[in-house]
């Protein structure tokens, strides 16, 4: 019988301006979002969201760029960047977080918490492996 291997190869992944999604994604590469998102979004990449993106649910990802609306629970094992034009509304666990004005955040912010993002995505990469 044939295993099933996931590649853990970097890919580059879009939600398109104009496109809706509810659901759930997980990538291993990163992630592009121009267009609407409901649900979770689950990478080992950088997710980006752009300024007409919007994401209502939960962002799980090692960096992330947000120029857009966000309402969700975002962790980010690495660096968060919340660009000027962006809205930002939920709970943040993140190793670091830039923030430029301009940009609106509101709720809590919790840095340092890397260890709490990075130990679920490396669990899953181990699943992945088996």
Avoid at 112 to 118: F, I, K, R, S, T
Wanted: glycine share 14%.
């Amino acid at each position: 019988m044939a295993k099933s291997v996931d590649i853990l190869t970097p890919s580059r992944n879009s939600l398109g301006c104009g496109t809706k999604l509810t659901g759930d994604i997980e990538s291993n590469g990163d992630f592009r979002i121009d267009g609407k998102l409901i649900g979770t979004i689950k990478t080992k990449g950088k997710v980006v969201i752009g300024a007409t993106g919007f994401v209502e649910g939960e962002v799980i990802c090692q960096n992330a760029d947000i120029e857009g609306i966000v309402k969700a629970k975002v962790q980010v094992s690495e660096l968060l960047s919340l660009r000027a034009e962006s809205k930002l509304d939920g709970d943040v666990t993140t190793g670091k977080i830039s923030i430029e004005p301009g940009a609106r955040f509101s709720g809590s912010c919790k840095m340092g918490g890397a260890e709490a993002v990075l130990k679920p995505l490396q669990e899953d990469v181990r699943r992945q492996a088996r």
